[in-house]
């Protein structure tokens, strides 16, 4: 992490005080790096303060966390990080959009990602996963618990201790012992522009009530359905010819867009969380 | 109705048969009509056959009707109409910019209307009003019940004898006792992407939730509040430094814009009510 | 062509006439054909008139035909055809986004397509496309002249016999001689909003105008590059800390997007090309 | 302007340098300064700075410029304002949209703006601007030259004093002579999404070209037509059955709303110019 002409990122949050950019930016300065882009926000409503910069430089990446810790209140949450590939694995179920679009972005590495492993409840997409030589694991929910599903899954996903966990058009309702291991660190699809149309079958849902736009939401998951921390969304507009299933696959383009969209900015580490919100430096 | 060169509107639904559109415009053909444009749409769950079409003519209308009534089952609903210019009293309260909005356009016939009158539980839109010269009625809904006010809007309303009410911002919630008096031709302007924040205060909500996409519908008004067929809705894009009130005011645009979206569409008699949706010939 | 249950499109476009409509459904329904949809234009400023029916039923198509072609003027262009799948040959170049989203689309029969082949001048794009099982064809424009380089290519396509080619981020600038092969067959996607940067580099001339949005357009190729009808455009919001290249990268979501909404809307035989421009049945 | 609690706008646009976020930063710092909002900006390819900070506090104005100047190069742009109301002069010809638009937002101090008056070469809109209370100068352009009715419209514009000068649909083309009096200063709203369909009757060559979008670009005025920076764009989808007269209308609220967003950037000056390119800070 301290070779020459690496390009960091360094991210805090903490609340707000008289300056606190200046301080920063001095200990940035005084350890000659050369800053590329810097990003703040303060949240007024809550005091608190986020901050995003991207400098390169030949630094010590001890000695400007020691210089930030010495200068920020104990509560602070610093990180310095490089630019390197974040390691996701992905859960699907049967709709291939969302994991071919992805499958398709890795192997041109158009997202800052490695995707080490495609895990399902079922065997369709394990043809598709193989074709792009990524390992595939069939978890059958059939005869088990949710609870030992869920072991299952984790099980495997620990193998590969990735950073991110994508649930690409994954179908199942999953517990809170299950979300809370990859707590900030979970991104889901759902199909719907959120919160209209929680929960299952949100096209249905939508036709039903005659809406003239369908969306997609990307978001993080925790312990409540359908209700963590939104990163991006998008929409179409539809109209009557349309039946629940057109939605659908009208849908499926959005969906993947908004998807690949919320991961550039999480795997790029543009995006800080706070409560069930999200403050994103694009 | 019965003019030369008058361009007149014909629409029917009713329970889809086979042949419908050779047999309608086989009337429309020998009555010697020149048919402009002509939109038809099948809803395949409900089998419901939906037919717009302009045409122009030395026609005379009764036998027009008398014809179609001989081909169409009992329980069609055939209008057929020319294209004057609809009559329209406003609902609104505190907020200027739908209604500023739809002044304007009055005033420059942008929109197939005429507004007879403005009505307001407050005065603060009463200048403006009066400045285009459109009669303001102030009805106070201070010291009076909920079924008094609304009698007494009512009474007022009553006297314009409208085609359409339309509540462009109009914060009080209203009675089935008041709107089941205008069914299907009372339109309303919702400052949210309906079902998402029903109710009040949608765009603290949506800041509550951490949106990114905020919008506006605007639906016919029927007994359940924010239930109504839905004519039209918009969307606009916003991040984490957006507090309510900026949402808020970002939102004015995107509201004024989709009321006038819409009544275009209805006061050209292309919006078709089925159930709680509209099918729309644009 | 004549089976019991198949879905049939009947696509009429002629000189507009009185009763046009009235007597083409006449043909349909003495044939004891289902219409499922009908659309119909007539654009005022040519007088011409386009309609398109999707019908199912028990028919024989020469009959029908036969009965139209009484009716009809003798300069209509008349065609009646199954929702068969078309086949196309895919010329691409180096980039793989348009490429690949087609590919994943062929291989889950999302669009009314088959992918009998790819051709390129270049083999960066070879191993995806086998990986797809789809016959890759690396045809060098080294050492060759345009036209010999085009005879190659036109060879090529030529023992397929598609019913499109499709020019997927085909970066080569193609003669009449060969365009003029597949008039109104052969479908583009440029990289631009056009006819805004019409040419080479256009995100590099949207970075240096300063624009705010950039887009892709699918058209149709004729022999005046980027000049054929349009099918379909979109767009992107984009600011001033987005250099070309990010301009680049952030475009190749829109390209992919249209390119395909073009292709879906074409190869269900919705477009209809008069003069440079299209009609559109959605 | 050393009100106590005022809030001030920082700008400031110069060469590139390690450590100017920390030293201007600084300069605030210790002038006890609270930074409401920070946000900067290096263009990689000219390796130019800009930097726009809103603070409050009991500040003196003079002490803060003089230490900035000490630290910064000599050729740098720096400004330090309040947020007070800016003066604007509205040019308009016939079509009402844009200018009605305005006229409510003033009206409704929804813009950072006084609009001082409005001045055509017709009087159809005098009626419309008096119901709003604001000057009305008729300058016809019938038989005078263009450069004496210049000369004219520059002599009533600079009785107002204005900031910004506003075209808000002033259909007539001005010489150099005229917009190098407010270079930067004066902001046009073309009804085309430029550089497409530059100069006259953008509509009927958007129509004829058969293109699927249509937009309006909001851009200061330079020599060059339709060739200043540009500071805000949008569109709208169009499809075949719009004439160039319907997109003209359709094109209006688009055109009047980008006018409206760009407006309210330029008056919060939030926007930078630098070439013929814009950098924003929303």
Redesign the interface.
């Known amino acids: 992490m301290s070779a020459a002409n690496s390009i960091y990122i360094l991210r805090i949050d903490c609340p707000d005080a008289?300056?606190l950019?200046?301080k920063i930016?001095?200990v940035?300065?005084h350890h000659d790096s050369?800053?590329?882009?810097?990003d703040?926000?303060?949240?007024?409503?809550t005091g608190h303060f986020f901050m995003r910069t991207e400098f390169s430089g030949n630094i010590q990446p001890d000695k400007i966390l020691q210089g930030l810790r010495g200068l920020l209140p104990d509560n602070s949450t610093i990180s310095l990080t490089t630019t390197q590939t974040k390691k996701v694995v992905i859960l699907a179920t049967k709709e291939?959009?969302c994991l071919?679009?992805l499958l398709?972005r890795n192997?041109?590495q158009?997202l800052n990602m490695d995707i080490l492993a495609v895990i399902s409840n079922h065997t369709l997409l394990q043809e598709?996963t193989e074709?792009?030589s990524v390992p595939f694991h069939f978890i059958s929910h059939e005869h088990l618990s949710r609870e030992d599903h869920e072991t299952e899954v984790l099980k495997t996903i620990q193998l590969y201790q990735p950073d991110y966990v994508i649930l690409a058009k994954y179908m199942r309702i999953l517990t809170p012992a299950f979300t809370s291991q990859y707590t900030n660190r979970m991104i889901n699809i759902h199909h719907s522009?959120?919160?209209?149309?929680i929960g299952a079958n949100p096209y249905k849902q939508a036709f039903e009530?005659?809406?003239?736009?369908i969306?997609a939401t990307a978001h993080f998951v925790n312990e409540d359905l359908d209700e963590g921390?939104?990163?991006?969304?998008?929409?179409i507009h539809v109209?009557?010819?349309k039946?629940a299933s057109d939605m659908a696959?009208a849908g499926?383009?959005v969906e993947k867009?908004v998807l690949?969209?919320a991961l550039k900015l999480v795997l790029e580490d543009r995006v800080f969380i706070k409560?069930?919100?999200?403050?994103?430096f694009e």
């Open positions: 008289k300056g950019v200046h930016t001095g940035l300065y050369n800053v590329i882009r810097n703040e926000f303060v949240d007024r409503t291939h959009h071919s679009d398709i192997k041109f158009d598709l074709r792009f522009f959120l919160p209209a149309f009530r005659g809406v003239k736009i969306g921390p939104i990163i991006m969304q998008d929409v109209d009557h010819s039946t696959q499926h383009d867009i690949a969209k409560g069930n919100k999200t403050i994103i």
